[in-house]
Nanobody, 121 residues
Protein backbone atom coordinates (compact mmCIF):
# COMPACT_ATOMS: atom_id res chain seq x y z
CA UNK A 1 0.00 0.00 0.00
CA UNK A 2 1.30 3.41 -0.94
CA UNK A 3 1.40 6.27 1.52
CA UNK A 4 2.27 9.92 1.01
CA UNK A 5 3.45 11.65 4.17
CA UNK A 6 3.59 15.46 4.14
CA UNK A 7 5.36 17.69 6.60
CA UNK A 8 6.50 21.27 6.97
CA UNK A 9 3.29 23.25 7.13
CA UNK A 10 2.57 25.86 9.75
CA UNK A 11 1.94 29.50 10.53
CA UNK A 12 4.21 32.13 9.02
CA UNK A 13 4.11 35.88 8.61
CA UNK A 14 3.67 37.51 5.25
CA UNK A 15 7.00 37.55 3.44
CA UNK A 16 8.23 34.47 5.24
CA UNK A 17 9.26 31.08 3.92
CA UNK A 18 8.31 27.46 4.44
CA UNK A 19 9.46 24.19 2.92
CA UNK A 20 7.03 21.34 2.53
CA UNK A 21 8.17 17.74 2.19
CA UNK A 22 6.33 14.75 0.82
CA UNK A 23 7.69 11.24 1.19
CA UNK A 24 6.15 8.39 -0.78
CA UNK A 25 6.47 4.95 0.76
CA UNK A 26 5.15 1.45 0.33
CA UNK A 27 4.94 -0.65 -2.78
CA UNK A 28 6.38 1.59 -5.53
CA UNK A 29 7.73 0.33 -8.83
CA UNK A 30 8.10 3.71 -10.49
CA UNK A 31 6.92 7.27 -10.07
CA UNK A 32 5.66 9.21 -13.07
CA UNK A 33 5.14 12.55 -11.37
CA UNK A 34 4.89 14.08 -7.93
CA UNK A 35 3.01 17.28 -7.39
CA UNK A 36 1.70 19.75 -4.87
CA UNK A 37 -1.87 21.00 -4.90
CA UNK A 38 -3.57 23.41 -2.56
CA UNK A 39 -7.11 24.11 -1.49
CA UNK A 40 -8.15 27.34 0.17
CA UNK A 41 -11.43 27.59 2.10
CA UNK A 42 -14.36 27.78 -0.27
CA UNK A 43 -12.21 27.17 -3.33
CA UNK A 44 -11.41 24.21 -5.51
CA UNK A 45 -8.19 22.29 -5.22
CA UNK A 46 -5.60 23.66 -7.61
CA UNK A 47 -2.24 22.53 -8.91
CA UNK A 48 0.75 24.42 -7.55
CA UNK A 49 3.75 22.59 -8.98
CA UNK A 50 4.82 19.23 -10.35
CA UNK A 51 8.05 17.36 -11.00
CA UNK A 52 9.11 14.24 -12.89
CA UNK A 53 11.96 11.90 -11.93
CA UNK A 54 13.91 13.37 -14.83
CA UNK A 55 13.70 16.79 -13.20
CA UNK A 56 11.13 18.42 -15.44
CA UNK A 57 9.20 20.90 -13.35
CA UNK A 58 6.04 22.89 -13.77
CA UNK A 59 5.12 25.78 -11.49
CA UNK A 60 1.86 27.61 -11.97
CA UNK A 61 2.01 31.25 -12.92
CA UNK A 62 0.45 32.54 -9.71
CA UNK A 63 3.40 31.37 -7.62
CA UNK A 64 6.18 31.37 -10.19
CA UNK A 65 9.25 33.16 -8.89
CA UNK A 66 8.23 32.52 -5.28
CA UNK A 67 7.74 28.74 -5.13
CA UNK A 68 10.06 26.01 -6.36
CA UNK A 69 9.64 22.24 -6.49
CA UNK A 70 12.47 19.77 -6.21
CA UNK A 71 12.84 16.05 -5.71
CA UNK A 72 14.98 13.31 -4.21
CA UNK A 73 14.52 10.32 -6.48
CA UNK A 74 16.47 7.93 -4.28
CA UNK A 75 14.06 8.49 -1.41
CA UNK A 76 10.87 9.25 -3.35
CA UNK A 77 10.60 12.68 -1.78
CA UNK A 78 9.29 15.92 -3.27
CA UNK A 79 9.86 19.33 -1.75
CA UNK A 80 8.03 22.60 -2.18
CA UNK A 81 10.10 25.63 -1.24
CA UNK A 82 7.81 28.60 -0.66
CA UNK A 83 9.31 32.07 -0.37
CA UNK A 84 7.78 35.53 0.03
CA UNK A 85 4.55 33.96 1.24
CA UNK A 86 1.37 36.01 1.00
CA UNK A 87 -1.92 35.71 2.90
CA UNK A 88 -3.56 34.43 -0.30
CA UNK A 89 -1.23 31.42 -0.14
CA UNK A 90 -3.11 30.24 2.94
CA UNK A 91 -4.51 26.81 2.16
CA UNK A 92 -4.23 23.12 2.85
CA UNK A 93 -1.40 21.81 0.70
CA UNK A 94 -1.71 18.27 -0.63
CA UNK A 95 0.96 16.02 -2.03
CA UNK A 96 0.04 14.01 -5.10
CA UNK A 97 1.83 11.16 -6.82
CA UNK A 98 1.14 9.37 -10.06
CA UNK A 99 2.92 6.05 -9.79
CA UNK A 100 3.01 2.36 -10.60
CA UNK A 101 3.01 -0.21 -7.81
CA UNK A 102 3.94 -3.13 -10.06
CA UNK A 103 5.83 -3.40 -13.33
CA UNK A 104 2.74 -4.81 -15.01
CA UNK A 105 0.28 -2.25 -13.66
CA UNK A 106 -0.78 1.11 -14.97
CA UNK A 107 -0.39 4.34 -13.05
CA UNK A 108 -2.61 5.25 -10.15
CA UNK A 109 -2.96 8.56 -8.36
CA UNK A 110 -2.37 8.90 -4.64
CA UNK A 111 -2.92 11.79 -2.24
CA UNK A 112 -1.47 12.78 1.08
CA UNK A 113 -3.61 13.86 3.99
CA UNK A 114 -2.73 17.53 3.56
CA UNK A 115 -0.78 20.04 5.60
CA UNK A 116 -2.06 23.45 6.62
CA UNK A 117 -0.17 26.56 5.60
CA UNK A 118 -1.37 29.80 7.15
CA UNK A 119 0.15 33.16 6.22
CA UNK A 120 -0.68 36.06 8.49
CA UNK A 121 -0.74 39.62 7.21
Amino acid sequence: QVQLMESGGGLVESGGSLTLSCAASGRIYSIKTMAWYRQAPGKERELVASITPGGTTNVVESVKGRFAISGDNANNVAYLQMNNLKPEDTAVYYCNADLREWYWSGSDTYWGQGTQVTVSS
